[in-house]
């Protein structure tokens, strides 16, 4: 998983090539954190052929809200710089993270 800040999040999403998969997430956040172990496992699984990244965004809410992540755990799918699907914290669990990611692989 490549770790995104403001910095890079541009170069490494927004300018990427083919799919990358971001994890928005904070450390405030125990959603997210329950659910980083499998989605690492997932990269792991899928990272062939799609980017994985991820975000905390404590340290860059402007972009966070940039991007319109309004609520945590969030994750995102890009291609070509554009947003193509997205998990929100009302459906993020790791089945419906993976459908997501099958979609694009």
Known sequence: MIELTKDNFDSEVLEGEGY?????WSQGCEPCKALMPDVHKLAEQYGDKIKFCSMDITKARRL???????????????????????????????????????KFY
């Open 20 to 24: 990358v998969f971001v994890d928005f």
């Open 64 to 102: 966070a809200i940039k991007q319109k992540v309004l609520g945590l755990p969030t994750m995102t799918m890009y291609k070509g710089g554009e947003k193509v699907d997205e998990i929100t914290k009302d459906d993020a669990n790791i089945a419906n993270i993976e459908a997501m990611i099958k």
